[in-house]
């Protein structure tokens, strides 16, 4: 019996769209899934209870930030992320890498560029804390470690993601790197399985920028490491969205079919409809989150803002029909107040209908590609979504 | 049969304590009880089902806060507090007066003395709001029509709490004052309720600062009133303890002993035990709520603080044996990390385990008085609870 094992329940018979279930040490996933982003061990604002509720059937956590506070070793001696945050379900960490390149940068210790912030070298990348400065190095091998101890079901390898603006030749060098570090990620990880009662599955990243044969050469490459799952790394930063949707295309014959396929940092609802018709089986993004906690929320018509007066003697629920605990108890009058006062529950509350609606996003995609609706179902979602997003934005 | 009815279900042999049942349009309190204080209409960063579970009979509001935001017009239109909130218990809500001699003069909208900021006159008081410095004029009917809009089921009267140190000269014409405003609450209260169909109880308040003479004089004023409960303010605002119990045994003789006692904003868990020993039965304060976020618990053994890095490996709960949703669920580490990362679920944690554990003590005390032992209950209680304290704050 497999630790982990992906089976396709249903494909499309328009799209790339398929359905399925990946087998985890905590459980089953059903895909396309939407996982919700808990950076520091929790997803912002809600307990695992509320997440359970929801229906998440997966969520994230950051190497990076976790390693930083409190440090891999406390989780591990805790029992390991799930028994430490009370989460029973399936998780996933990321490598670090994303964060290694961007929010090191970000905090600007120094005011000089960024390369003195970064130091990338063969062996692996020095970095500052974006916390106090301090300087760290991380390897493919000290990411491998630090996942298996913080010990979540899925891992990722440590990967580099270069800026959308590089010159070809560095995103080509940096691929490279991402590769050959991949490797040694695989090495590592199975040197650490061996002993280890706690099955993962790692995931190693497509890199490769926006240029096709770097792509396909990327694609190529990481499915030869036969390993659970692939990632697809880099797109969603800054480049049009034609151009992700052409470079999931341009890469999907050379994606082994039984295998799950992840789209890190992707997206907004309409994004997800259409990267699942792109083949795409899982999703993480912190939209739902994030804006949750900046006031805004989603509705099928699309994003709102509760500081829209319109909301004020609204006595309706944020959106008519949503079956999350927020809509089902509170008017979008109450939740509006929290938020102007930036009561907390204000947030949880947004948060919780935000992340539902994503929730709920997937059961409906899974069910339509079940019953060959998807491409039915996903254009007149977006139609209607798009429509009155715009149409919202004008009346403000 | 009333709307309002207090019934003692027995009295403690040593000391003043009593346990009884005070029912209202909502359901029936328990008393002695402490209520949870949700200032803007939400108990800081607790759902409603979460104070019920918590076990939470009664909470309050701020007519201050809510008639500036969102304005009491707006709660009334969405179905009064209860409707608006989803809290469906007995509410009580404060009069607006101590918000208005005390936020109004802590923002300082002008550096000139306090009085510029609120003048107090015969019909009322004009304040600046703390949020824009804009002018209003609070009068003791406007406060009870408020109230009467924001539709609790306990409403108090109008009061001047003139601050501690004041002269006794300024304390008299305060203490004076606060009785014709009391009878001006009284007044309108039962014209607005002729024709109302959710019932209310005004609670008049017993002021007189430190002053034996005063606080005589004012406990049998407001006695006379034959409101359906008594509060007694401007305590526990700067003088010492032991005036203050001092004050509950002089006016005791003066309390009706067939209605509810209110001492306002107390307080701590020995302050409460106490007070009941002293006849009080009804309590509020925000340090359950505000210690939370500020990283500090409760336990038997005192007050802790999770900066402490004793808890950063701690896998026992916060309070070995306190069956709260936070301790049955969570690691003392685990909570330590959300509090030090400023995590949202971390402070709501915290909350629950504090405000838990004064529901949790007043279920205690209650029982004890039933069962003639509260006397060493509190004594038992007190000890550990002290000592402890002393004791933990030497090992920082």
């Given at each position: 019996?497999?630790?982990?094992?992906?089976?396709?329940?249903?494909?499309?018979?328009?799209?790339?769209?398929?359905?399925?279930?990946?087998?985890?040490?905590?459980?089953?996933?059903?895909?396309?899934?939407?996982?919700?982003?808990?950076?520091?061990?929790?997803?912002?604002?809600?307990?695992?209870?509320?997440?359970?509720?929801?229906?998440?059937?997966?969520?994230?956590?950051?190497?990076?930030?976790?390693?930083?506070?409190?440090?891999?070793?406390?989780?591990?001696?805790?029992?390991?992320?799930?028994?430490?945050?009370?989460?029973?379900?399936?998780?996933?960490?990321?490598?670090?890498?994303?964060?290694?390149?961007?929010?090191?940068?970000?905090?600007?210790?120094?005011?000089?560029?960024?390369?003195?912030?970064?130091?990338?070298?063969?062996?692996?990348?020095?970095?500052?804390?974006?916390?106090?400065?301090?300087?760290?190095?991380?390897?493919?091998?000290?990411?491998?470690?630090?996942?298996?101890?913080?010990?979540?079901?899925?891992?990722?390898?440590?990967d580099e993601c270069a800026p959308v603006h590089a010159s070809k030749k560095y995103i080509t060098e940096a691929m490279q790197r991402t590769h050959r570090w991949a490797e040694r990620c695989k090495k590592e990880h199975q040197k650490l399985q061996k002993n280890k009662k706690n099955k993962q599955a790692l995931f190693p990243i497509i890199q490769g920028g926006i240029f096709d044969d770097l792509r396909t050469q990327s694609a190529k490459f990481i499915a030869e490491l036969d390993l659970p799952g692939i990632a697809i790394g880099g797109l969603s930063v800054g480049e049009s969205k034609e151009k992700m949707y052409h470079i999931l295309d341009l890469i999907n014959p050379y994606l082994p079919k039984n295998k799950p396929r992840y789209l890190m940092g992707v997206g907004s609802p309409d994004d997800i409809l259409e990267a699942v018709s792109h083949g795409i089986d899982m999703f993480d993004c912190v939209m739902a989150t994030r804006n949750a906690r900046h006031g805004s929320f989603w509705t099928l018509n699309g994003r709102s803002h509760l500081a829209n007066a319109v909301y004020k003697n609204d006595k309706d629920s944020l959106m008519k029909g949503c079956k999350c605990y927020t809509c089902k108890n509170y008017s979008a009058s109450y939740v509006r107040h929290l938020f102007m006062e930036q009561e907390m529950l204000g947030l949880r509350l947004l948060t919780i209908h935000n992340v539902y609606f994503l929730v709920d996003l997937m059961e409906q995609i899974r069910k339509n590609i079940l019953n060959d609706k998807f491409e039915k179902f996903k254009k007149t979602f977006i139609k209607r979504f798009k429509y009155e997003k715009q149409d919202h934005k004008l009346s403000f």
């Open positions: 019996m497999k630790n982990f094992e992906f089976k396709i329940l249903n494909s499309d018979k328009k799209s790339k769209a398929r359905v399925g279930q990946f087998k985890t040490p905590h459980g089953v996933i059903n895909t396309p899934v939407y996982m919700p982003v808990g950076t520091k061990a929790s997803v912002k604002t809600l307990s695992p209870d509320e997440l359970h509720d929801i229906g998440a059937e997966i969520i994230l956590a950051n190497t990076y930030h976790l390693y930083l506070r409190p440090g891999e070793k406390t989780i591990k001696k805790m029992g390991g992320l799930q028994k430490w945050t009370n989460w029973k379900k399936p998780m996933l960490t990321d490598s670090g890498g994303f964060q290694v390149f961007s929010l090191a940068q970000k905090k600007g210790f120094t005011k000089k560029c960024s390369k003195t912030l970064v130091k990338i070298k063969e062996d692996g990348v020095e970095f500052k804390s974006h916390l106090d400065g301090s300087t760290h190095f991380f390897t493919p091998e000290k990411a491998i470690k630090i996942q298996s101890d913080l010990g979540a079901d899925i891992i990722m390898a440590f």
